[in-house]
């Protein structure tokens, strides 16, 4: 055994002198002892069993096949990785402990792609431990468990809470405004799902007959999407509630069948009101019916007793009107268009926003007769 000078400490399991610098002390544990039992070692049989890093034997990485989400804690998160090599890397930088006594630490690694489900993670740390630098590395493999996460399985089983329909008032709904919709429904869940909500998914969309139907994953999101519908298309919303089950507490679960009912008229429909003041087109169906007079070019709205739905009859929509030759300008009331059917001149009433200069004008031939349309 040694007897050298220094501190006037000795390494209580080789019994070496300790070389410790004297304005060292060592921090001092319950009954005035050290903290670190190994703290009173010399360097030698310190770093004999030292290990920078605790590292697992093995990491295994839970991921959905379908979405690419991650399991984390008890909870599925949306990562929407493909290539799990960044999250095997986050997994294994959370998994490594590092040595308390290690300053200045340092870490690289280098994934290696085994198979299909394993990649080999090999990382290097560096640092300073008693003033000396160290060094270590480790190579954990991670192994990547595809299955099938809460939402897509759901998604997979048809599970759904609440039913959208979007129907028309006394007509059909078309082509534009069922797609429409469904991209409005498919806006809001993207939105619910970018604040990582993952209960926000539509099962299926069917197209019907009738118009659009669409399954929602809860309530309150079918609720929110026929809103949004009718928002934009205009109409209205009702609800009709079906018990279909209870839950484990004896409550009752309702799906609930949400109907966005839109307005009978649409933007650029031509309607006759038969008050004798002559067809409308209609130029919007939010809150009260709007349009313009055909013969005068006078602003329309409905009352508010008759709101979006006056009784009317339809005559037209702007996409069947033609353009035609404008002929002759009578007076304040009335002009000289060609027939867009027989070439015969005829004389229609002259609304104001017709331009006197013009050579043509877009025309619409109904039951009613001729009317000269606003421009687009």
């Not at 770093?47 to 690419?68: K, M, N, T, W, Y």
């Not at 299909?116 to 300073?128: A, P, S």
């Not at 949400?258 to 209609?282: Q, S």
């Not at 006078?298 to 009107?321: C, M, N, Q, S, T």
């Amino acid at each position: 055994m040694s007897t050298g000078s220094g501190s006037g400490e000795f390494c209580p399991r080789c019994g070496d002198a300790i070389e410790r610098p004297p304005d060292v002390e060592l921090p001092g544990g319950p009954g005035g002892g050290p903290a670190d039992p190994d703290a009173v070692l010399c360097d030698d049989c310190y770093f004999e069993e030292f290990d920078l890093v605790d590292a697992p034997d093995r990491i295994e990485v839970r991921v959905c096949s379908q979405c690419g989400a991650v399991h984390r804690g008890n909870r599925w998160v949306d990562v929407g990785a493909r290539d799990y090599t960044d999250i095997a890397v986050e997994e294994t930088a959370d998994r490594l402990a590092v040595h308390v006594d290690a300053r200045e630490v340092d870490w690289g690694v280098e994934p290696e792609q085994v198979d299909e489900n394993t990649i080999r993670m090999h990382c290097l740390f560096t640092g300073v431990v008693r003033e000396a630098p160290v060094s270590e590395e480790v190579t954990v493999p991670v192994y990547v468990a595809r299955e099938t996460c809460d939402r897509c399985g759901r998604i997979a089983g048809d599970y759904y809470a609440a039913i959208v329909q979007v129907r028309g008032t006394d007509r059909t709904p078309t082509d534009a405004e069922n797609d429409r919709a469904v991209e409005i429904a498919e806006e809001y869940i993207a939105e619910r799902e970018a604040t990582g909500d993952r209960n926000a998914f539509i099962t299926e969309t069917t197209r019907t007959d009738d118009g659009v139907d669409m399954k929602i994953s809860t309530n309150q999101m079918g609720q929110g999407i026929a809103q949004h519908v009718v928002r934009e298309l205009g109409g209205s919303v009702s609800e009709a509630p079906t018990l279909v089950t209870e839950d484990g507490d004896g409550n009752e679960v309702y799906r609930v069948t949400f109907t966005a009912r839109l307005p009978p008229y649409t933007p650029g429909d031509v309607i006759d009101l038969g008050d004798g003041d002559g067809p409308v087109l209609v130029t919007s169906a939010h809150g009260n019916l709007k349009g313009r007079r055909l013969e005068t070019g006078e602003r329309y709205e409905a009352d508010f007793e008759e709101g979006i739905a006056p009784d009317a009859r339809k005559l037209g929509e702007r996409d069947d009107a033609e353009r035609t030759t404008l002929v002759a300008v009578e007076d304040d009331h009335a002009v000289q268009v060609l027939d867009p059917d027989t070439f015969e001149s005829k004389t229609v009433p002259r609304p104001e926003y017709l331009d006197p200069d013009a050579d043509e004008v877009p025309v619409l031939k109904h039951r009613n007769g001729l009317h000269v349309l606003p421009e687009e």
